[in-house]
T-cell receptor, first 114, second 114 residues
Framework: GAVVSQHPSRVICKSGTSVKIECRSL??????MFWYRQFPKQSLMLMAT?????????EQGVEKDKFLINHASLTLSTLTVTSAHPEDSSFYIC??????????FGPGTRLTVT | SQQGEEDPQALSIQEGENATMNCSYK?????LQWYRQNSGRGLVHLIL???NEREKHSGRLRVTLDTSKKSSSLLITASRAADTASYFC??????????????WGLGTSLGVNP
């Protein structure tokens, strides 16, 4: 089956620093990757949709200058949380799609900003 | 934005019993998908049902879709302790294209007691 990895799985950073999270599709080329945020015991909130080689489409209320998304290749997308604040602490999940109906999810990254 | 609502929000049953979760949505859809999430982990795709289908089976899973009521149900038969997880429905109402944005429900937390 399609496998998506995320790195790191957990990260702790200090306020004001930037953190980069990688999302890779390991055995397929993803035309589209999605970035989600999930708070404890809540559902997924779509942050942005990215296609390889083009700018990401951000959902309403998501600051594109704060959450930088780069989709440099068909197997790699990165999310950089810039100038992190404690309220950015969350579980970030990526998914990848072949352009068909299913999304394949990464295992998530737990970000803690101190 | 979230449009799906799962019911119940939490469900606790004994091993061997059946578990039924419901999902309602608001807009027209192309398909509805069910995903499972173990605590602190990524999501696993369980089953997809298209808007022109009424019922679908996969192992111990049975999904129904009633587009007139804009609702779906997920039945897990002969539950096991390993079925303990959160279950989310997600609807795909996007037009044909590569960006198949899913709209997520709030999830049902299922606990199966051994």
């Amino acid at each position: 089956g399609a496998v998506v990895s995320q790195h790191p799985s957990r990260v702790i950073c200090k306020s004001g620093t930037s953190v980069k999270i990688e999302c890779r599709s390991l055995d397929f080329q993803a035309t589209t990757m999605f970035w989600y945020r999930q708070f404890p015991k809540q559902s997924l909130m779509l942050m942005a949709t990215s296609n390889e080689g083009s700018k990401a489409t951000y959902e309403q209320g998501v600051e594109k200058d704060k959450f930088l998304i780069n989709h440099a290749s068909l197997t790699l997308s990165t999310l950089t949380v810039t100038s992190a604040h404690p309220e950015d602490s969350s579980f970030y999940i990526c998914s990848a799609s072949l352009g068909h109906l299913e999304q394949y999810f990464g295992p998530g990254t737990r970000l803690t900003v101190t | 934005s979230q449009q799906g609502e799962e019911d119940p929000q939490a469900l606790s049953i004994q091993e061997g019993e059946n578990a039924t979760m419901n999902c309602s949505y608001k807009t027209s859809i192309n398909n509805l998908q069910w995903y499972r999430q173990n605590s602190g982990r990524g999501l696993v795709h369980l089953i997809l049902i298209r808007s022109n289908e009424r019922e679908k089976h996969s192992g111990r899973l049975r999904v129904t879709l009633d587009t007139s009521k804009k609702s779906s149900s997920l039945l897990i038969t002969a539950s096991r302790a390993a079925d303990t997880a959160s279950y989310f429905c997600a609807t795909d109402g996007s037009e044909r294209g590569n960006n198949r944005k899913l709209i997520w429900g709030l999830g049902t937390s299922l606990g199966v007691n051994p």
